[in-house]
């Protein structure tokens, strides 16, 4: 159970409100290249049928809500009565009061969402800023790699709880998003589904009944054919006697176990078959690996029935077992980010898609704030945004533009559509058809030589059925003007760094020739 209130807390008195602001692993350099987050960032979220008064808010506003301004839990106390009479002094409250800790969590959804909700005191309160913080990626992912028209967004939460916080939060963020959320225990199914209600919320959130021996990833439970997403914050442990060893190592007061009960915190599964491709030291097998394996193994049969795969982790080490899991399953699609609470406390967020198309660097490796990852680089998923050329602010950056369409329109590509307004292209094709392997095929045709089998094996197709797509955006600064590609589709690497060359030499070629 990746859950700060429970685990990580360092002092049990916020006597700063640092404590509990959340630090999302969005940040504005999210929008550094696609237009399309771009736009996200930028568009007021549409009005919804929810009731909540705070829906018609733009996304930028629950994106930067718990970063910019830390928590001011005085101005907290000063708008919500009932939040006053839990502090211990003003602007205080004491971490290790279950009610206090409640009572923040339902003011901060009222406040900031137009929510109203209603936590059991024998279950898990989850903390607002880090359920948001995953909710913000998962938005910007599922926007990163929407490709074509809109299409409608349907969410599974796998493990709502009692709170059924996810989903709310999700159709609050994005006022056309519908949800599916599931659980196990009756308790927290009957609490989740008044939630709902209370929030108006039925027509857009369905939450649904499983057994601890069903699938995880209900598609077929879900009254769609396929789900634009799934997301989990899994329960942690592995037993109930390491949920207490946890909590005696810790010495922590008992709050957390009077906060989440062992059917949230623990899952004692077995991690199926993915023990046979990675060998985990059974001391690190917890609940979450476990669990998340076992989402794992399910996404392996279901692959594009679920556009993108996601869970949060509370330990390192099950993120990198998980991504070495994936590549070894052969699954190049991937993101992961941090989710930065406080100063100190961490927790991981991993996504995968069998889909071609790729999300942006900041969407897929954490972008600025993928703390905690650095020593694991060779573990995050491929650069997909690189600068192929630039000239200085001196140079003749007018002729930048022009000279990448006609490089691109000079080539066989699927299509090539470039917009000298915004100075942007998009690009997909078959196979690589700027390499010399293809040049010969065309010479040979031309003469009328069908003996091209050489040539044929030679010629990288990009994959069978699938396609590289790509951007060319140029950006015209004070510094100088700069050529980026973005890898849009596609999973061949090698196709999109020869393309990336391809287009370096030839800009560098054009450049030369007009000075000449
Ligand atoms: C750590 S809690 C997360 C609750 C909530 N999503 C949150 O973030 O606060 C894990 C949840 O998974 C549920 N769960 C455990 N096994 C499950 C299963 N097989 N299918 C669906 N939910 C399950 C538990 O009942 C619990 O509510």
Redesign the pocket.
């Known amino acids: 159970?990746?859950?700060d209130t429970c685990n990580d807390r360092r002092s049990s008195v916020a006597t700063d409100v640092t404590d509990v602001a959340a630090t999302p692993a969005s940040t504005s350099s999210l929008y550094v290249v696609d237009d399309q987050q771009r736009r996200l960032s930028q568009t007021p979220v549409p009005s919804s049928s929810s009731p909540s008064a705070s829906s018609s808010r733009p996304f930028a506003f629950y994106r930067d809500l718990y970063t910019k301004d830390r928590l001011d839990f005085r101005a907290l106390a000063r708008d919500d009565p009932a939040f006053a009479s839990v502090c211990t002094r003003p602007g205080q409250i004491d971490f290790r009061d279950p009610a206090a800790v409640r009572q923040l969590t339902v003011s901060l959804l009222r406040r900031d969402f137009g929510l109203t909700v209603t936590l059991p005191h024998d279950?898990?309160c989850?903390p607002v800023p880090n359920?948001l913080s995953y909710v913000i990626w998962v938005t910007e992912l599922v926007a990163a790699t929407e490709n074509g028209p809109p299409s409608p967004v349907v969410g599974l939460?796998?493990?709502?709880?009692?709170?059924?916080?996810?989903p709310l939060l999700a159709c609050t963020v994005n006022p056309s998003w519908q949800c599916v959320a599931?659980?196990?225990?009756a308790e927290?199914l009957t609490s989740a589904r008044a939630n709902v209600e209370r929030n108006l919320l039925k027509e857009r959130i369905k939450v649904i009944t499983?057994?601890?021996?069903?699938s995880?990833v209900a598609v077929d439970e879900s009254d769609t054919d396929k789900l634009t997403f799934s997301m989990?914050?899994?329960?942690?442990y592995a037993s109930a006697d390491e949920m207490a060893a946890s909590a005696t190592a810790k010495q922590q007061p008992p709050y957390s176990a009077c906060t989440?009960?062992p059917?949230?915190?623990v899952?004692s599964g077995a991690p199926l078959s993915l023990e046979k491709i990675v060998k985990i030291d059974s001391e690190d097998i917890g609940g979450e690996i476990a669990?998340v394996g076992r989402i794992l193994a399910e996404s392996l049969k279901l692959r594009n029935r679920v556009r993108w795969y996601t869970a949060?982790l509370g330990k390192l080490a099950s993120l990198v077992a998980l991504v070495t899991q994936l590549r070894a399953h052969g699954i190049d699609n991937y993101a992961v980010t941090a989710l930065v609470h406080g100063s100190k406390t961490r927790r991981w967020v991993l996504g995968w898609s069998f889909g071609p198309v790729r999300p942006t660097v900041a969407v897929a490796r954490g972008g600025s704030d993928a703390v905690g990852l650095e020593s694991y680089r060779h573990l995050l998923p491929a650069i997909t945004e690189v600068e192929v050329f630039s000239v200085p602010r001196t140079s003749d950056a007018v002729s930048v533009g022009p000279a990448v369409d006609t490089i691109l329109r000079g080539l066989e590509l699927t299509s090539w559509d470039w917009d000298d307004k915004t100075l942007q292209g998009v690009g997909r094709t078959r196979e690589n058809v700027w390499g010399r392997a293809w040049r010969r095929k065309k010479q040979r045709e031309e003469r009328g030589d069908v003996s091209q089998e050489q040539d044929i094996k030679r010629l990288k197709k990009v994959e069978d059925g699938t396609v590289f797509g790509f951007v060319v955006t140029i950006r015209v600064g004070v510094a100088g003007t700069v050529v980026h590609c973005r890898w849009l589709e596609g999973h061949n690497e090698a196709i999109y760094q020869s393309f990336c060359g391809f287009l370096k030499t030839k800009l560098k070629e054009s450049t030369s020739t007009k000075s000449a």
């Open positions: 159970m990746a859950d279950r898990l989850p359920r939460d796998i493990g709502t709880g009692a709170s059924c916080i996810y599931t659980d196990i225990d927290s499983r057994s601890p021996d069903g995880l989990c914050n899994p329960p942690f989440g009960a059917v949230e915190m899952y669990f949060m």
